[in-house]
């Protein structure tokens, strides 16, 4: 319809005079009636078509998926316009990002704390080098218990001699077992040659049997000595040990006590301005949490200690009746005593051939 009135208008006659000139009509004038006219009826169907948009937004709501942004105002041109769908797209962009940057910060927190360790540990290292380089010159103070450093001193010098202790009688038994080894091969060499030597049976066979005797009280008195080993060693390697392990944490706490306390004792002597006191006021916390722990250390080994001390005798009293009465059966001939005396102690022995080691252990 609109086009219908565009040609309409555009193909207007125009009065010519008699002279073949155009009529007294105002310039232009035709063409701002059609341009009005045209205005008018864009105006009606613009009017039309948006009531039209009302209506429908009405009663189905807005398409947010299609919905634009104008920028520039009534009329602009297309490059303003922003779909909703880059709208979302950004959103969806900016919460990655949070959880990036949280990510970021949770790592980043773990990294300082980290470094805050480490940087506790550098100071504490410093300290107890320069205190221990003061204690070796002479030049610095220590804590010192003398009777718990005594009850120590006695301790590591027992230690060493029930080393000594079980060395030798690792050996008497590695020494003992090649002689028992010894008297089987000679007692199996003495039955062979009884059969082969008709003339000499009768020593043969003597002596073969003695030396089957021997071997057997041989076995049972080794069964007693390893028993004696392996309470030895159980004691020395990991009693003994245990004691000495936590030893050596207290050493180590009286060490760092002692730091912290030199440390609290130079800045008392220096000034008294804020900050000074608030370095004290750190340096006695730390000073108090470095005596607590020497104190429950230094208790937990005087507990350690003292029944370090009950173990050793009970366990001692037992092995060293178990080896005298082993040793005094075996050399006195006594094969019924020997085995009573294992016994005695819940001795049970290997059976023959069971401590050989296998095909496999062979390779």
Not at 131 to 159: N, W, Y
Not at 175 to 199: C, R
Request: glycine share 6%; with cysteine.
């Amino acid at each position: 319809m609109t086009d219908s009135i565009m040609s309409k208008a555009a193909t207007m006659e125009i009065p010519i005079n008699s002279n073949g000139d155009t009529g007294t009509l105002p310039e232009d004038d035709s063409l701002e009636q059609a341009a009005k006219l045209q205005w008018s009826l864009d105006e009606k169907v613009g009017s039309s078509r948006g009531t039209r948009d009302l209506q429908q937004v009405m009663v189905s709501g807005p398409n947010l998926n299609e919905t634009s942004i104008v920028s520039g105002g009534y009329g602009g041109t297309a490059e303003g316009i922003i779909p909703t769908s880059s709208i979302k797209g950004s959103g969806m962009h900016h919460s990655s990002s949070s959880a990036s940057m949280a990510a970021d910060e949770a790592s980043r927190g773990v990294a300082v704390e980290k470094l805050e360790t480490v940087k506790k540990w550098g100071l504490n290292t410093y300290k107890c080098t320069k205190q221990m380089i003061s204690e070796r010159f002479g030049r610095g103070s220590r804590t010192v218990d003398m009777e718990l450093e005594a009850q120590i001193e006695v301790l590591r010098d027992t230690k060493r001699k029930y080393e000594s202790v079980l060395r030798l009688a690792r050996a008497l038994t590695n020494h003992f077992y090649n002689m028992v080894q010894t008297q089987h091969a000679l007692g199996d060499t003495f039955a062979d040659l009884s059969q082969k030597s008709p003339e000499l049976r009768d020593e043969f066979g003597y002596n073969a049997e003695t030396q089957k005797l021997l071997c057997k009280n041989g076995e049972t008195l080794l069964g007693a000595i390893n028993f004696f080993v392996s309470s030895i060693n159980t004691l020395v390697n990991k009693t003994m040990e245990d004691t000495l392990m936590t030893i050596k944490m207290y050493e180590s706490a009286r060490l760092e006590f002692d730091a912290y306390r030199s440390d609290l004792e130079e800045l008392s002597l220096g000034p008294k301005d804020a900050v000074a006191m608030a370095r004290i006021d750190a340096a006695q916390q730390q000073y108090q949490i470095q005596k607590d722990k020497y104190e429950r250390l230094r208790s937990d080994v005087i507990i350690k200690l003292k029944f370090l001390e009950e173990n050793k005798v009970k366990v001692m009293h037992k092995q060293l009746l178990l080896f005298h009465n082993a040793i005094s059966a075996y050399f006195a001939g006594n094969q019924q005593q020997l085995e009573q005396t294992l016994k005695q102690f819940n001795i049970k022995l290997k059976p023959p051939g069971d401590d050989k080691p296998s095909w496999l252990e062979e390779q």
